[in-house]
């Protein structure tokens, strides 16, 4: 047969119907038939068997044998499968094995001894929802947990098998806990009848394996508990907090904690009664103590007239370390700034020894082109995991410091800021539910590669049939292929078009979405405006943080202090993170500074148009409603990222006064109309 003729083939055996989304990375249907075994029953253990009924991959009859036992090669939730056994030590274990191995049936990776054992033990998703069904950054719709109104409170047959598709898709990769609320916390989470509300939940998670966490306010005991202070060295304070965790573990026996943010951006905490940080923590570590409950207390805490902003959270955790009970972790953002495009790693990671430090990594795109920008995210987040702390030398990662292998924390915790609202497609953009994937299956496994989670993703996603053996070939060739070479490129896309070369947070006012460099109104809060952070000026642009700056290079450990401080060593994807550079200043490659953003810039635009190009390729392997979904948002996008380009690189050319370089495409856009958009 030609290619030809193989192409037409399997496009009709494709059968591509239209497609919302909403079936995720789970759309598999059995293609034969599996008898499973398994001695006991129960909730979890009826939901795995049934995934692999569902799901089966084969035309024989297979044979599964589902068993929970003791096992030295396994830990925690970890398993062990071969072609025809599961086992694990927990049910939750035995449903992570089969959803493994399905995973591998359909994507024709090789099942035979496979022992996995998670990264991290609790692995949650951090919902900032709020209880009016609103979503701080929140760019898919609404809260699938929270509404107003007069039925805010009644629990309907659509809401619980909403919540159990959720439960299901987070625990196809691993998910096993989620905080339903935002950090931004409103007193009346903790309200009998949010509680209950909280219990319906949590009694459709419980099978998945899913516990349910609650962010709380700080304040609540005076808010609603009628105490005249929140002090949390007050007897009656920590009476209120006693007796408030004991009436939410008589409802969710499970429950597994709180998580808190204190004294940060308004929020209210113990520094607001001459009390530490860590004498919050522990208030509410004792009272949730007895019941097995953890404190994941923020460490994003800065002030208005503080100190360079990236250090502030190092200086106020680190002389606590040691101070904090074993049930309170402390929860930091991957960077010391705020989930920007590109930052390295915080010092806390590294810094803190003993007491446990989680990642807090955002899926949802705040900073990253929000529901438009198709921006795969795990290349992100294994260049965090893979970041030397050198804590203990070289080989000190940050996957391995997180994951207690160099100091046995207790726990191990890792989350995520979750994408997930109403919308049917659940993340907004089809694209972005990819990095809902990544995050899972990372927190499983923080050594996986983005290459293989991408693979894997595109395959469970978009695969309709590959007919024969043959027709498989093309697929991978001409889908999968350039899909996932678009994907693994596109962080380093939206680098490029947005602030390249060290560049941070030069976003225009609030929504985080377009570019803004010259944003700083009069009375605005000088930590919050771009100039704060780039510096832009005659001689140069990028924040002075060396050892004659401010210093934020000596908080990480050697050789790091020195490789940073040195604008010869300092890695230049981090240049004016750390250095206020000359215009004029040649980079390793030889360009000068000006040269070299302008050439990114226009990079990034340029490397948009051939995504635009390569996706215009794929109608003919996926159903239309998404392919022209991904068309549109990647229109946007392009033109996106032209005003990003034109807008930064004719602000910043006021400072430079440099020619743009003959071979980068000149403005489309006058700067004088995009300082006008302040809305995306
Ligand atoms: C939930 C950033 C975001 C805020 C967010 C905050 C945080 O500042 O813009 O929306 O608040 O981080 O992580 O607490």
Request: glycine share 8%.
């Amino acid at each position: 047969m030609t290619r030809t003729l193989l192409l037409l083939t399997l496009l009709l055996c494709l059968n591509i119907t239209a497609e919302d989304g909403h079936q995720l990375w789970l759309r598999a249907q059995n293609t034969g038939q599996v008898t499973v075994k398994c001695k006991t029953g129960s909730p979890t253990l009826d939901i795995a068997a049934q995934e692999l009924h569902q799901g089966w991959q084969g035309k024989d009859g297979g044979h599964i044998k589902l068993k929970i036992k003791q096992d030295k090669r396994i830990t925690g939730d970890g398993f062990r499968l071969t072609r025809n056994r599961i086992y694990a030590q927990t049910e939750p274990g035995i449903l992570y094995g089969v959803y493994e191995l399905l995973r591998r049936q359909q994507t024709g990776a090789p099942i035979d001894r496979v022992t996995q054992n998670p990264s991290y033990d609790l692995r949650l998703l951090n919902h900032w929802d709020n209880l009016d069904g609103s979503i701080e950054r929140g760019y898919a719709g609404s809260s699938i947990f929270w509404r107003k109104g007069k039925d805010a409170f009644t629990v309907t047959a659509q809401d619980r098998n909403l919540w159990t598709e959720y439960a299901r898709a987070n625990a196809s990769v691993g998910i096993n806990g989620t905080v339903l609320n935002n950090v931004n916390a409103s007193p009346q989470m903790l309200s009998p009848k949010v509680l209950k509300r909280v219990q319906e939940i949590a009694d459709v998670l419980r099978p998945y394996g899913i516990k349910p966490y609650l962010a709380v306010k700080f304040s609540s005991p005076s808010l609603i508990g009628g105490l005249k202070t929140s002090d949390p060295l007050d007897p009656d304070v920590i009476r209120w907090w006693q007796e408030k965790v004991s009436e939410i573990y008589a409802l969710i026996p499970d429950f597994g904690g709180f998580l808190v943010k204190a004294n940060s951006e308004g929020q209210p905490g113990p520094q607001d009664f001459g009390r530490t940080h860590a004498d919050g923590a522990n208030m509410l570590a004792d009272a949730l103590k007895p019941y097995g409950g953890i404190v994941m207390w923020r460490a994003f805490v800065y002030k208005p007239s503080g100190d360079d902003r990236v250090k502030q959270a190092y200086n106020e955790f680190v002389p606590l370390d040691g101070k904090f009970r074993d049930n309170v972790i402390i929860q930091s953002k991957n960077g010391p700034l705020d989930f920007q495009p590109r930052e390295p790693f915080s010092p806390l990671f590294g810094g803190m020894k003993e007491t446990a430090v989680m990642p807090e990594l955002q899926i949802t795109q705040e900073y990253l082109g929000q529901n438009v920008h198709l921006v795969f995210l795990a290349p992100m987040w294994e260049e965090f995991f893979n970041s030397e702390t050198y804590m203990e030398g070289p080989g000190s990662t940050i996957a391995r410091y997180t994951g207690g292998d160099i100091i046995p924390f207790q726990h191990t915790l890792i989350a995520g800021v979750s994408n997930i609202g109403s919308d049917p497609n659940w993340c907004g953009h089809p694209f972005a539910q990819a990095n809902w994937y990544a995050f899972g299956r990372m927190a499983w496994n923080n050594a996986l590669s983005s290459e293989q989670i991408a693979d894997e993703w595109i395959k469970l996603t978009f695969k309709n049939s590959w007919g024969n053996d043959a027709g498989k070939e093309i697929f991978n060739e001409k889908f999968i292929l350039p899909v996932k070479e678009m994907m693994l490129k596109s962080r380093e896309t939206a680098v490029n078009y947005m602030m390249p070369l060290g560049l941070h947070h030069i976003f225009a006012a609030n929504h985080h979405y377009g570019p803004g460099p010259w944003w700083a109104p009069a009375g605005v809060r000088k930590d919050w405006t771009p100039p704060y952070y780039h510096q832009a000026d005659d001689k140069g642009i990028g924040f002075d943080r060396t050892r004659t700056g401010s210093d934020a290079v000596s908080l990480y450990h050697k050789p790091l202090p020195s490789v940073f401080n040195d604008l010869k060593t300092c890695p230049e994807k981090y240049l004016l993170w750390f250095h206020h550079v000359p215009w004029d200043y040649k980079l390793h490659i030889g360009n000068t500074l000006w040269n070299e953003l302008c050439y990114r810039y226009d990079r990034g635009v340029k490397e948009v148009d051939k995504f635009q190009k390569t996706w215009n390729n794929m109608g003919l392997y996926v159903d239309s409603e998404r392919f022209y979904q991904v068309q549109g948002k990647l229109r946007e996008q392009y033109d996106n990222a032209r005003i990003w380009k034109d807008a930064c690189l004719l602000y910043f050319q006021q400072f430079s006064g440099m020619p743009l370089p003959d071979n980068v495409e000149p403005p489309v856009y006058r700067l004088n109309e995009l300082m006008q958009i302040d809305k995306k």
